[in-house]
């Protein structure tokens, strides 16, 4: 099986006599399938569960997506593909360019061309998280940052005064809980790690802590539902040790 046999299959279903439900998609509406697809994907890495059936999901909304485009006389698949042959070609010179293959000259390389394009290379549709970390990163590289994780622990001591203020006048509440949020993604990076995996992680721990608790709560003959906010907060404390 060819790339060409899956994207011929897609066209063809796209005909006037295809599938109706595929030839009413535009770019737009396969925009939420998409990220879904992307997210499904990740779940399947993260399992380690149908990796293989997740990516050929993915393959053919991108491709879906292309045959629109060609519709539309944007553009066609060769295209997309040598754009992303030429593109990784060379970001790689130090493979086909004759350039040095030292890891660290190489990063500094990556870097350098990815900071060139700041701010407006971002891509503002990624998770909130991702796009705080992208954005830190690439004004560090242009020596905007905080020179150690103190000082970014002291600006997020900074905005939770401001908030705790905000709350107490009832204004900008919404304002500085986002600066909170993204002095937290800050720290995260300078401090080596993903936001976005931290929260992941955190989001992961208190489902299986919630869960536990209502395995704790039946086996004493109760829904958590039927408890009041002391008798969970005990479960709670107990799931955590478990």
């Known amino acids: 099986m060819e790339l060409g046999d ?12 295809g599938c109706p439900w595929d030839r009413e998609q535009t770019l737009e509406s396969l925009r939420t399938a998409l990220v879904a697809e992307a997210y499904e994907v990740l779940e399947a890495i993260e399992s380690g569960k149908g990796l293989s ?4 999901d993915a393959i053919i909304v991108i491709l879906m997506l292309v045959a629109i485009a060609e519709e539309r006389g944007i553009f066609k698949l060769e295209e997309v593909l040598e754009g992303a042959y030429e593109k990784l070609k060379g970001r790689h010179p130090h493979v086909f360019g004759g350039e040095s293959p030292d890891m660290g000259k190489v990063l500094e390389r990556w870097e350098k061309s990815k900071s060139e394009e700041f701010p407006e290379g971002i891509n503002t549709r990624q998770p909130a ?3 705080a970390d992208e954005i830190g ?11 150690s994780a103190q000082g970014v622990l002291g600006k997020l001591d900074e905005e939770i005064r ?9 204004a900008d509440v919404a304002h500085e809980i986002g600066d909170i ?13 993903s936001a976005e995996e931290c929260l992941r992680d ?3 721990r208190f489902l299986a802590r919630f869960r536990k608790m209502r395995e704790l709560a039946a086996a004493k003959g109760f829904a958590l539902e039927e408890m009041s906010l002391e008798e969970m907060e005990e479960l709670w404390q107990k799931a955590k040790m478990l």
Do not use: C, Q, T
Request: charged fraction near 35%.
């Open 6 to 17: 899956l994207y011929a299959l897609i066209k063809r279903l796209r005909e006037p006599d």
């Open 53 to 56: 059936e997740e990516l050929g």
């Open 129 to 131: 998280l991702m796009l």
């Open 137 to 147: 990163r690439k004004a560090a590289r242009l020596g905007f940052d905080w020179e």
């Open 162 to 170: 401001e908030l705790r203020e905000a709350i107490a006048a009832d």
């Open 181 to 193: 949020l993204f002095a937290g993604a800050m720290l995260a990076r300078k401090l080596g790690y």
């Open 202 to 204: 955190a989001n992961a």
